[in-house]
C-alpha cells in the first residue's frame, strides 16, 4: 500500500507530466502553422511521450493500492516568440521535472518506500536524455543564427529525431 506522502509526490507528478504534454502540444501546434513540419513532427511526439510518462503514473499508484487523480488541463502559452524561445522553454521544463523527479527519489529513500524508488529509477534516466536532446537542440539552433538554409537543414534533423523517437516505440 502506498503511504500518503508518496501518493500525494506521485499524483503531483502525474499533474507535471500531463501539463507537459499540453506544453509540447502548443509548441508542435505553433510549429505547424508556420510550415515547420519536421519541428512539430519532434513536438507532437514528445507530446505523446509525455502522455505515456504521465499514464505510466497513473497505472503504478493504482497497482499499488491508491488512487490516481487526473488533473485538469491547463491553458499552455497560445504564442511563442521563436524557436529558440521554445525550445529555452522546453529545456528549462524539463530542469523543473527533473527536480520534482529527484524530489520524489529523496521522499522515498526517507520514507523506505523502496519499490516506489526502483519504479522512479526509470524517470530518472529519461530525464537525463530528455535534458541532453533539448540541449544538443539548443546548439545547433545557435549555430544557425538567422541562417534560412541552416533552419531548413535543422527542421529535417527534427524530422528524423522524430522518427528515431517512434521507432523506439516511446
Ligand atoms: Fe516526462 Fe519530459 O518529462
Not at 515547420?36 to 497497482?63: A, C, I, P, Q, W
Not at 536524455?129 to 531548413?152: P, Q, V
Request: aromatic share 10%.
Amino acid at each position: 500500500m502506498l503511504k500518503d506522502k508518496i501518493q500525494t509526490a506521485l499524483n503531483k507528478q502525474i499533474e507535471l507530466e500531463a501539463s507537459s504534454s499540453q506544453f509540447y502540444l502548443a509548441m508542435a501546434s505553433w510549429s505547424e502553422t508556420l510550415g515547420l513540419t519536421g519541428t512539430s513532427n519532434f513536438l507532437y511526439k514528445h507530446s505523446d511521450e509525455e502522455r505515456f510518462h504521465m499514464l505510466k503514473l497513473v497505472r503504478f499508484v493504482n497497482e499499488r493500492g491508491g488512487k490516481s487523480l487526473i488533473p485538469q488541463l491547463s491553458q499552455p502559452p497560445k504564442e511563442f516568440d521563436s524557436l529558440s524561445n521554445i525550445f529555452e522553454l522546453l529545456l528549462e521544463h524539463e530542469l523543473n521535472v527533473t527536480d520534482s523527479i529527484n524530489n520524489i527519489v529523496d521522499l522515498c529513500l526517507n520514507e523506505k518506500d523502496y519499490t516506489t524508488y526502483n519504479f522512479m529509477q526509470w524517470y530518472v534516466s529519461e530525464q537525463m536524455e530528455e535534458e541532453a536532446l533539448a540541449r544538443t537542440i539548443l546548439d545547433k539552433l545557435h549555430l544557425i543564427g538567422e541562417d534560412k538554409g541552416g533552419l531548413y537543414m535543422f527542421d529535417r534533423d527534427l524530422e528524423t529525431m522524430a522518427q528515431s523517437l517512434s521507432n523506439e516505440g516511446k
